[in-house]
């Protein structure tokens, strides 16, 4: 089979990828993970080393008048002290992940720590190293910090206003800018539409949350020679930015991507951290780390939208026009990448939907509250949300079930793949995907069971939503890339070193790498190490994000895997004596498929090569490491006729059905159902994205009714511990019912699209959906997110709560 041609059965598919992953490998090493003998930064011990504490900003907006070292350098057990100053003739200021300026936005330079003024409560302005965690706290707490207090703006409506406090002096305004996504002529729609609508709504400021917070250890003890060992994404890149900071040749820096106790976008490249430790380790001359408390875990910030919707319909409830102004409160912008949620939250529209006249004004703002970092959906969830409420908003104006709605408005599956609105666009069935998960949600049921529930005065809602995804994305001119590369090694003793470029957050990615590869060579999945962030060992890949490693990584492990066995098959053909056509791979042996009796083990095979190298007749290739680039074939980087341009190649998208009831007496939701229907394209591994979209689901239900990172009137967040930031736990979650779709990618090599995101974004919007519909009945509407107790009662007695 060619490496992109896709089977167009299922019965063609049956002897391809997904027979052989429906047996479910175990996840490799997944014993040492549940055992606790899995090594995580926190893990990672050098001799002599020391630990690093931050002494972080108490106010929102000030500026730096000065800082007094002197009690903290003289106490027992610390070996180095760094303020903004100096650290600033060390190194170069923190590179972007993603900068604003490749954008034509505003942006700015930030220092590894804080020089001039502090911007956010948590800003970085001074770094100590010393032998324990309690004395380099202890030291921390020591240095003396004089600020002289400027006025700060937390709202992003007030940061708009002519008169608001300016973060940056060299900006013109508060705004990073203005991201839009437009065609046809929405305005002119919506004025000649039958009927018409406008809401309002905001989406409360929570964030990712991984189990594991971040760290780094840094050893820069001689001059030529740097190595960080890091709870990172992006380890390559994380070297390349490295290298430039500290002036140090890029081959002579090592970064090492340690085991990652999830990541969901907030361990990017970027922070500042990555560089102090290194800076500190050289002015002590010992290795130093420095792990991340929790409070300072939940400085970061993501997802604070406020959404202004201005729509029109016709009488059978088909979206004609529709407008959207998106304000992010982005906090503070920093190197770090989470401003570009704006942006993806404004590209993703108009969803699956088939209007084609809209307006999306995204716009980015800065405020004096802390950075924005990535999150799982990267802002593509807004669109879910916004889009999910204006089809039930349409449903209840014309009396029509919200079902209903949404099959009238899908974008069809004639002429995909193929160009809609401005994407271009890999497969799609929505209408199939939301048919499935209706009928497993037993929909039509559930409607008969909320009219009984109902005469008993019971608050039952039924939610329906879709959200459509873009994956796997890349942006010109930066180390965002779509595509990505492994190295497949087979050693003379036949087993197999995988060197992969994306890493593992948590996924286990490395195990579909291992079985791919396996299923190729034909040998047992216990022969395949997979190695992943180690920058001295892995071919430059640009980590994990996006939800590319199956359509990316995945995919160049499996061509190089392909190439090895080619050159095998030619050499155990001039071994056997018969075609290279003939020979077969499988169960580690070698053999010709016309003579069973003519072949020879994997293992016996792979050392044969290696010590007869190019003596022996049908040996071309006596070294077996190949390393290969792959990646998706859906960019459109030049425009076309219309100007279109696509930097998303793969478009997954999910189905939801939740079930609620609401307590009239305290304004508790309780999620009594949620069932899903998934299209990933292909799938590779059954298990794995069962766990992707469980997990996603997961923490869309925690955004839409309890996480938030709330701050008082003088800018201090006030979430802090996990006791005053709401985690769902498994208790507050249902049984969710999930199953899958699968409409090919014709662009990818297995036909897969992503499975990472997807999920998150229908959750809080088929949430938000039944908890509005249970309430209906009440005239109450709830649109402030996150829907929590004091904000339903409100509704429900019409009292405003923000």
């Not at 079930?401 to 004639?414: E, G, L, S, T, Y």
């Not at 799609?428 to 909320?450: C, P």
């Not at 996480?707 to 930031?725: C, F, Q, V």
Request: with cysteine.
């Amino acid at each position: 089979m060619n490496l992109r041609q896709l089977p167009s059965t299922t019965t063609e598919r049956a002897g391809g990828v997904n027979d052989v992953l429906d047996r479910q490998p175990l996840r490799q090493h997944g014993e040492r993970v549940l055992t606790g003998r899995e090594e995580y930064v926190g893990d990672v011990t050098l001799p002599g080393m020391l630990h690093a504490a931050l002494v972080r900003s108490p106010h929102p907006h000030a500026r730096i008048v000065s800082i007094d070292v002197t009690a903290a350098e003289e106490m027992a057990g610390v070996q180095a002290v760094l303020t903004g100053e100096r650290a600033a003739r060390m190194a170069k200021p923190v590179p972007h992940f993603m900068d604003p300026g490749l954008m034509g936005c505003n942006t700015a330079e930030f220092p590894v720590l804080a020089t001039g003024k502090v911007r956010w409560v948590g800003d970085p302005v001074a770094a100590v190293a010393a032998d324990s965690p309690a004395a380099a706290e202890a030291a921390a707490a020591a240095i003396r910090v004089d600020y002289e207090v400027l006025p700060a703006v937390f709202d992003a409506e007030q940061a708009l206003r002519p008169d608001a406090p300016r973060l940056f002096d060299h900006w013109p305004d508060n705004v990073i800018g203005h991201l839009p996504n437009a065609q046809g002529d929405p305005g002119t729609k919506i004025r000649e539409a039958v009927h018409r609508g406008h809401t309002r709504i905001a989406v409360g400021r929570h964030q990712a949350a991984p189990m594991e917070n971040r760290g780094y250890v840094g050893s820069w003890v001689t001059p030529d020679r740097v190595e960080l060992w890091a709870s990172t994404q992006n380890p390559h890149i994380l070297r390349t930015r490295l290298s430039d900071v500290l002036g140090v040749s890029e081959e002579r820096v090592r970064v090492v991507g340690t085991r990652m106790g999830g990541a969901f976008g907030q361990k990017f490249v970027g922070y500042p951290e990555e560089i102090l430790v290194c800076l500190l380790s050289r002015l002590a001359g010992a290795p130093v780390r420095w792990l991340e408390s929790k409070a300072e875990a939940l400085l970061a910030g993501a997802r604070e939208f406020l959404h202004d919707v201005e729509f029109g319909f016709d009488a059978d409830g088909v979206l004609q026009g529709l407008k959207v102004r998106i304000l992010g409160n982005v906090g503070c912008l920093a190197s770090w990448s989470g401003w570009g949620l704006t942006a993806m939250g404004g590209f993703t529209f108009p969803g699956p939907y088939r209007c084609a006249d809209y307006e999306v004004d995204g716009v980015a703002v800065v405020t004096n509250k802390a950075p924005w970092a990535g999150a799982r959906g990267y802002g593509k969830e807004q669109a879910a949300i916004v889009l999910e409420r204006v089809m039930d908003l349409i449903a209840a104006e014309l009396g029509l079930d919200p079902a209903v709605v949404r099959f009238r408005n899908f974008q069809p599956p004639q002429g995909i793949p193929g160009w809609v609105h401005n994407k271009h666009i890999d497969s799609a069935d929505y209408a199939g995907a939301l048919t499935k998960v209706l009928d497993l949600a037993g929909y039509d049921a559930l409607r008969r069971q909320q009219r009984e529930a109902r005469q008993h005065g019971r608050l039952f809602g039924v939610g329906v939503a879709f959200e459509l995804c873009p994956e796997g994305g890349e942006l010109i001119g930066t180390l965002t890339r779509g595509h990505d590369s492994a190295t497949v090694r087979v050693h003379p003793s036949g087993a197999v070193t995988v060197l992969a470029g994306v890493t593992n957050p948590g996924t286990g990615n490395e195990t579909t790498i291992a079985y791919l590869v396996a299923r190729e060579l034909g040998i047992d999945i216990q022969r395949i190490e997979v190695v992943q962030g180690d920058t001295d060992r892995c071919p430059y890949g640009f980590g994990s994000f996006g939800s590319r490693a199956a359509t990316s990584s995945a995919a160049a492990a499996v061509a190089a895997a392909r190439e090895i066995r080619g050159h095998m098959a030619l050499a155990a053909a001039g071994r056997l004596g018969c075609p290279a056509e003939e020979i077969e791979f499988a169960a580690g042996q070698v053999r010709a498929s016309s003579d069973g009796a003519k072949s020879v083990s994997f293992d016996e095979l792979a050392q044969w090569i290696f010590t007869n190298g190019s003596t022996a007749a049908g040996i071309n290739h006596a070294h077996l490491d190949v390393t290969k680039l792959e990646g998706p074939q859906n960019f459109r980087h030049q425009p076309d006729a219309a100007g279109r341009t696509n930097f998303y190649p793969a478009y997954p998208y999910t189905a939801v059905v939740a079930v609620v009831e609401v307590d009239r007496e305290t304004g508790v939701v309780t999620l009594g159902e949620c069932s899903a229907v998934g299209d990933c394209g292909a799938i590779l591994n059954r298990n794995f994205v069962d766990s992707q979209i469980l997990g996603a689901l997961s923490q869309g239900v925690g955004g839409v009714l309890w996480e938030e990172l709330p701050y008082d009137g003088d800018g201090h967040p006030l979430a802090r511990t996990l006791k005053s930031y709401l985690l769902p736990r498994s208790t507050d979650l249902p049984g969710f019912r999930v199953e899958h779709q699968e409409t090919p990618s014709p662009f990818t090599m297995f036909g897969a699209k992503g499975a990472g995101e997807s999920g998150l974004g229908v959750a809080m919007a088929a949430v938000t959906n039944a908890v509005n519909d249970a309430v209906a009945p009440l005239g109450a509407t709830l649109h402030n997110l996150p829907l929590t107790p004091p904000r339903v009662l409100g509704a429900i007695e019409g009292v405003s709560f923000t």
